[in-house]
């Protein structure tokens, strides 16, 4: 694994089919893939100091690069070597199946030959696979890990060579070197799955055009928005992080990428947090009634149904519980420590209710509402009713407290179902809107009595009184209202304490400089650009729009936190609620402000 170190974080790009994902370096190395699923072991682990590797990476000097084609996740890698240009085109294969995933890479030369090498090692996993030395085929090589069979296959057109030119390496894994001259293509196609792969191996001329046309039906052209090319990107990772088969968003593709060198804060997010994937749904619907918006609402409807006011904050992608964390015995991460599982399902968090009930009216509003939907809606204000007064861990997962963001939020939800332009029988059964109403009044005015700081703005908690820019969001959802004088002064607040420039934190640790705590959270400043949008100064929401989506890393990917002294991305990648906000941000800020 040496000759494929760590790279800061912003050197990745995703690959991903909404039921696994890849990061990949900029060297070709796929230094992280989890298979079949989300939260099953890696297959290729070198991110976080594991096994495996799938690399392919040109020989001698050249400089890495690469992009996006619009509208999806496939993948162009680029290096201009001493020689020529090697482009290395890949995907994830869509339309994708939960136990058997098809990673294609297609390789072509410019300029003049190039000449590149190939190493396929799967790993170990979190140290419990055993792998078993590859076997020749008619087709390719087969090889084993653990409890998945993988077949890899190559077809090269001119003088490229396939998968035959491959020899096992004393590692345990294939190894080639190649030489691609201009007009030539070597196409590798890689298959691992958790049963017996039966039947010829894939078409990748067939693969490619269906992946592609699969993307082109998924997302929207979102030419209403303030930029299209940003929000169809944001729009296409997480489809690429949602399930097909569930509907179930990922937070990140990754586990235990730190916060933080050294501070414990590193954490397991390859699972559905419900909060997430309700704001996910209300990113979508500001944008139009898309495909995503329904797999929200199906996946969180499933969850109240099972589990009604006893739903965790959060579920594997097939909807199981998330384990408890446990440490694996790797390296991890430099800076952090491996941990797989979450303590997550141990906590009450009161505002994911609210956050649903915003997610059910925002799809009312599309008509999107279906008869398990508008169920899911009475659990979830039933929910609020029996447990509002209950203490809960909050929106940044803290000790258990009566935090204000969770009561207001909900209020929020509440407010915002009973609507005209969302309640009626559609959404809200029974006639129960009158009761919705006066239960979101009384959340509103209990909390004004007990979390209202002395200077009219709200304070985190009815014990703390510092500003929390999570107490921007119920606002910008329309409770307590924009132009209300706890509103302005809250922002006014988070504005002068809570942001260094145009970088925005959550809230204040301790006495300590806003950055010596933690990196600025990236949520916060699209956060920041709807509340200052939604006061109607739209010079200083494209402001905050525009310094917070520079953020991203060279791919576009966005981490949970950015490190402004190192300027350096810290935590999981990518953080489906940052994507998500910015695809909000971006359908807002193209519409007249203040409204």
């Not at 929207?220 to 990107?233: E, Q």
């Not at 990428?257 to 414990?264: H, M």
């Not at 149904?305 to 959060?314: I, K, R």
């Amino acid at each position: 694994m040496t000759a494929h170190p760590p790279w800061s974080l912003r050197e990745y790009a995703l690959l991903a089919d909404g039921e696994r994902g890849a990061l990949v370096g900029p060297f070709g190395e796929v230094a992280w893939l989890c298979a079949p699923r989300w939260d099953s072991d890696p297959l290729f682990a070198g991110l976080v100091g594991g096994s495996g590797v799938y690399a392919v990476t040109p020989v001698g000097r050249f400089v890495p690069g690469g992009h996006y084609e619009d509208g999806g996740l496939i993948r162009r890698s680029r290096w201009i070597t001493e020689d020529g240009v090697l482009v290395c085109r890949e995907a994830l294969a869509l339309p994708a199946d939960p136990h058997r995933l098809v990673l294609l890479r297609r390789l072509t030369a410019e300029v003049a030959p190039v000449r590149f090498r190939v190493v396929l090692e799967p790993g170990q996993g979190f140290g419990s696979r055993r792998s078993r030395a590859p076997e020749r085929t008619a087709d390719g090589w087969s090889l084993r890990a653990g409890p998945l069979r993988l077949r890899w296959t190559g077809d090269g057109s001119g003088s490229g060579a396939g998968t035959g030119a491959a020899r096992p390496a004393a590692t345990g894994g294939l190894s080639a070197e190649f030489v691609l001259r201009p007009g030539e293509r070597l196409d590798l196609v890689l298959e691992a799955c958790d049963h017996r792969l039966d039947g010829p191996p894939p078409e990748p001329e067939r693969c490619w055009r269906a992946t592609e046309r699969a993307w082109r039906e998924a997302v929207p052209a979102l030419g209403h928005t303030l930029d299209d090319r940003d929000a169809r990107f944001s729009y296409a990772v997480l489809r690429g992080l949602t399930s097909p088969a569930t509907g179930g968003m990922v937070a990140a593709a990754t586990t235990s990428l730190p916060e933080r060198a050294e501070t414990g804060r590193n954490y397991d997010y390859r699972y559905v947090w419900i909060r997430d994937q309700c704001l996910a749904g209300q990113a979508v619907a500001a944008c139009g009634p898309y495909g995503l918006l329904d797999d929200a609402v199906r996946f969180t409807t499933a969850r109240l149904d099972e589990h009604g006011p006893g739903l965790s904050p959060a579920y594997t992608v097939t909807g199981g519980r998330v384990p408890d964390q446990r440490t694996v015995d790797l390296p991890g991460y430099p800076g952090g420590h491996d941990r797989v599982g979450n303590h997550i399902t141990r906590q009450f968090q009161l505002d994911v209710f609210g956050e649903a009930l915003l997610l059910y009216a925002a799809a009312a509003r599309h008509d999107r509402l279906d008869p398990d939907a508008r169920t899911a809606v009475r659990t979830a204000a039933t929910a609020i009713a029996r447990r509002w007064r209950e203490p809960d861990a909050g929106l940044w997962e803290l000790e258990d407290r009566a935090w204000t963001h969770s009561r207001l939020i909900c209020a929020a939800g509440l407010r915002a179902i009973t609507r005209p332009e969302a309640a009626g029988p559609a959404a809200v059964p029974d006639g129960l809107a009158a009761d919705w109403s006066a239960l979101a009044d009384r959340l509103l005015a209990h909390t004004g009595r007990h979390a209202l700081h002395p200077s009219g703005r709200w304070q985190r908690s009815p014990r703390d009184p510092s500003p929390d820019l999570a107490l921007l969001l119920p606002p910008v959802r329309g409770t307590p209202a924009p132009d209300d004088p706890r509103t302005v002064a809250t922002l006014r607040a988070c504005r002068r304490e809570l942001t260094d420039g145009h970088y925005a934190y959550r809230f204040r640790h301790d006495e300590r400089p806003l950055a010596e705590a933690e990196g600025a959270f990236v949520l916060c400043g699209f956060l920041l650009a709807l509340a200052e949008h939604q006061q109607g100064d739209a010079v200083e929401a494209a402001r905050w729009f525009e310094a917070t989506r520079g953020l991203c890393g060279s791919a576009g990917l966005f981490s949970e936190e950015y490190d402004i002294a190192q300027r350096q991305q810290r935590g999981n990648l990518p953080q489906a609620f940052v994507h998500a906000m910015l695809l909000e941000a971006a359908a807002r800020l193209a519409r007249p402000p203040g409204g």
